[in-house]
T-cell receptor, first 114, second 114 residues
């Protein structure tokens, strides 16, 4: 099983719709979770961290389900500018030198259609 | 604003050449990273530096080495480039080793090895 797994999509969604995608992780001890956004031919940028209680930032809501080991991202009232690849990021262990290890998912591609 | 810069956006090299990829950050971050990004495989960590002259292997260090002589600069070295090292290379920096700190990425270097 992959450490971090995402549905690659593509998700093609009409403007104004609500879209949600999940990311599953294999290490039950993982403590830190993030969503990054990557525009075409650009570098990834942090969209939001995911907190245990769930968190919201405008039209974006992130949820964590520890029992089933997944995180989710919900986008409401989608805009054309939301078209991007969304990367799930999870800390997946501790290295030999005591550094936390982050693992990136392969990303979910989202296209918002006018 | 944090800025992470990479020496080249596009690079074409021949098999067997020694290749240097340079990364500079201007926010006094302790941690710096080198990733490669390939379609269907996502971002994979090559090497990580948690302080000057300190480095740690990531998931795919074979064929690569790194150097961090100054805090702001982290270099990735391909000792003898091979065609399977054709990829997008992304550098990132983070304030310190706690994972809830955001990683800031550079614009990437697309390396082609012929």
């Amino acid at each position: 099983r992959k450490e971090v797994e995402q549905d690659p999509g593509p998700f093609n969604v009409p403007e104004g719709a609500t879209v949600a995608f999940n990311c599953t992780y294999s290490n039950s001890a993982s403590q830190s979770f993030f969503w990054y956004r990557q525009d075409c031919r650009k570098e990834p940028k942090l969209l939001m961290s995911v907190y245990s209680s769930g968190n919201e930032d405008g039209r974006f809501t992130a949820q964590l389900n520890r029992a089933s080991q997944y995180i989710s991202l919900l986008i409401r009232d989608s805009k054309l500018s939301d078209s991007a690849t969304y990367l799930c990021v999870v800390n997946t262990g501790i290295s030999n030198f005591g550094n936390e290890k982050l693992t990136f998912g392969t990303g979910t591609r989202l296209t918002i259609i006018p | 604003d944090v800025k992470v810069t990479q020496s080249s956006r596009y690079l074409v090299k021949r098999t067997g050449e020694k290749v240097f990829l340079e990364c500079v950050q201007d926010m006094d971050h302790e941690n710096m990273f080198w990733y490669r990004q390939d379609p269907g495989l996502g971002l994979r960590l090559i090497y990580f530096s948690y302080d000057v002259k300190m480095k740690e292997k990531g998931d795919i260090p074979e064929g690569y080495s790194v150097s961090r002589e100054k805090k702001e600069r982290f270099s990735l070295i391909l000792e003898s480039a091979s065609t399977n090292q054709t990829s997008m290379y992304l550098c990132a920096s983070r304030l310190e080793r706690l994972t809830y700190n955001e990683q800031f990425f550079g614009p990437g270097t697309r390396l082609t090895v012929l």
